[in-house]
């Protein structure tokens, strides 16, 4: 009894979680960059009701602490740290700062955690610009953004009525994910009903390019614009099993792969066959088509004289392989 009594005192004479941490500083000569960590990350996962003040300025303190105690920092403490002063309301473009030079000042690449609370602030902001431009620095440090991080984008696009990054968002969301969340689906559903979206197309195309442009593509979308403006009709259908749409009845075409994935498929194959073969012989056959463009089409003798032999008395038939020049 005595001891909770004990307890109960010291509750009610400290002074909140700043002076909890203000000991742990001051007591501890020296902490290891994992308690650091630590620090920061309930800092970042804190009850802002909590604090007197915004957990931000607790984080800073932490952070120049560890700094000067020579504890190095790793990419989980600049993240923990930009996600508490992200969250400040003025401290997007600091966070960003933090983030962007982890490289530069610590050796440290940044991951696709350490962008999403920027782009969560500039997003709440409004701030499109500063938002393309982290997207802009992810690309630079070869992280790629998922679908969390595209719906932020698309949202600040949308708000900004800037009807080329939508599409350009929309694009890449398509590549990234097979289905979109809730949340996603609600942000597109708000740009499609936007009268910026309804203003966005281009008032003349050329039909040819258009198709050509699909066949390049797959068949699925020509990615060249907006064409043509007017409402959009926005609602949510079902698909069924055959491929039909139950809003307006049209079957949904199947989509082959662009050129670029082709050629990425082409050059995988070409990989293999060259780690696999012992002599020249594919590396000739490469340099002989490259010759001979012209060609459309190139039968394989070997595999036509094989063709449907898969019995007991079957083998290479020459007959079948005379077929070919008839």
């Not at 909590?50 to 700094?67: D, T």
């Not at 020579?70 to 003025?90: F, H, N, Q, W, Y």
């Not at 039909?207 to 390049?216: E, H, N, R, T």
Request: a negative charge.
């Amino acid at each position: 009894a005595a001891g909770d009594a004990t307890r109960r005192k010291r509750g009610r004479g400290g002074k909140g979680p700043n002076s909890d941490l203000s000991r742990t500083l001051t007591d501890c000569t020296r902490l290891a960059a994992h308690q650091y960590n630590q620090l920061l990350h309930l800092l970042a996962s804190a009850d802002r009701a909590a604090f007197p003040a915004h957990p931000a300025a607790a984080a800073r303190r932490v952070f120049a602490h560890m700094l000067g105690a020579g504890a190095p920092p790793s990419e989980a403490t600049i993240t923990s740290l930009a996600r508490v002063v992200a969250a400040d309301a003025e401290g997007a473009d600091e966070a960003f700062g933090l983030v962007s030079t982890m490289r530069e000042k610590y050796g440290l690449a940044p991951r696709l955690r350490s962008y999403s609370p920027v782009l969560a602030a500039f997003r709440r902001a409004g701030e499109a610009g500063k938002a393309y431009a982290v997207e802009t620095h992810m690309a630079a440090s070869a992280v790629s953004p998922e679908e969390p991080e595209l719906a932020t984008l698309l949202e600040v696009s949308a708000k900004a009525g800037d009807a080329d990054k939508v599409y350009e968002y929309m694009h890449k969301l398509r590549r990234a994910v097979g289905c979109v969340k809730e949340e996603t689906a609600e942000v597109l559903e708000g740009w499609f009903r936007s009268d910026k979206a309804a203003t966005a197309g281009k008032a003349e195309w050329d039909v040819c390019q258009v198709k050509d442009a699909i066949v390049a593509n797959g068949g699925g979308c020509h990615q060249l614009g907006w064409l043509q403006s007017g409402l959009w009709t926005v609602q949510r259908v079902k698909v069924g099993a055959e491929g039909k749409c139950a809003g307006c009845g049209c079957c949904l075409a199947s989509v082959d792969i662009d050129m670029e994935d082709t050629q990425k498929f082409a050059d995988s194959i070409s990989g293999l066959a060259l780690e696999r073969e012992t002599k020249a012989n594919f590396s000739q056959f490469q340099e002989w088509l490259e010759a001979h463009k012209e060609y459309e089409a190139i039968v394989d003798g070997a595999n036509i004289a094989l063709y449907q032999q898969n019995f007991a008395e079957g083998g290479f038939s020459l007959v079948q392989s005379s077929w070919m020049l008839l």
